[in-house]
């Protein structure tokens, strides 16, 4: 069974797993959460596959409206809790879109 993260939007996360290797180890911030009960979803001007397990997945923020991918959950860990500081930090210099 895979973690629940409990995720929301605008939480950041760091990508533990990825087919592409030079993204393992970024953060990431969460666009959408949604679980996954459909086979496309169609968001920011793609069409994402759904993941076959039916885990949960997410939107995620890469840096920029061109880098948002389709994530499952259990491939994100949470940058929460004792990270709180450093993800206020990063939201407040952050510009909003």
């Given at each position: 069974?895979s973690?629940?993260?409990?995720?929301k939007?605008?939480?950041?996360a760091?990508?533990?797993?990825c087919?592409?290797?030079?993204?393992?180890?970024?953060?990431?911030?969460?666009?959408?959460?949604?679980?996954?009960?459909?086979?496309?979803?169609?968001a920011?001007?793609?069409?994402?596959?759904?993941?076959?397990?039916?885990?949960?997945?997410?939107?995620?923020?890469?840096?920029g409206?061109?880098?948002?991918w389709f994530f499952?959950?259990?491939?994100?860990?949470?940058?929460?809790?004792?990270?709180?500081?450093e993800?206020?930090k990063?939201k407040?210099?952050?510009?909003?879109?």
């Open positions: 069974m973690p629940n993260h409990q995720f939007p605008g939480d950041l760091l990508v533990i797993n087919g592409e290797e030079e993204r393992i180890g970024r953060t990431v911030e969460v666009l959408e959460v949604l679980l996954d009960d459909q086979k496309e979803y169609q920011y001007g793609f069409t994402h596959e759904g993941h076959a397990d039916g885990s949960a997945s997410a939107f995620v923020d890469f840096g409206a061109d880098d948002v499952s959950q259990k491939n994100l860990m949470p940058l929460r809790d004792d990270f709180a500081p993800q206020q990063a407040e210099a952050e510009p909003c879109a």
